[in-house]
């Protein structure tokens, strides 16, 4: 399912940057650089949700294969900071 959801984000990722270039290949000459600096900041957004997006559902996928196995990979990072924010844990007996 993972997968699939990949495969969806990256079509329409295509179909958005040949729409965004068709409109620019049609636009009037005289029109082009305000329709050119709005592309040069939506493409970089664009991909930028698109990668946080990725990422974050490369990370559940991550836990939730490793949960299958018996792992998680966050548990270190919770016992660092549960440890860190209780002063009880903190004491040496």
């Not at 270039?21 to 957004?45: G, H």
């Not at 018996?70 to 549960?82: A, L, T, Y």
């Amino acid at each position: 399912m993972w997968i699939l959801m990949v495969i969806m984000w990256l079509s329409i990722t295509s179909m958005a940057f040949s729409y965004g270039y068709s409109i620019v290949a049609v636009t009037p000459i005289k029109d082009r650089d305000a329709l050119r600096r709005t592309m040069i900041v939506a493409i970089p957004v664009w991909c930028g949700v698109m990668g946080l997006l990725f990422l974050g559902h490369t990370l559940g996928l991550t836990e939730k294969w490793l949960k299958k196995k018996g792992k998680s990979m966050w548990e270190p990072v919770r016992n660092f900071f549960g440890n860190q924010c209780n002063p009880k844990a903190m004491e040496v007996v």
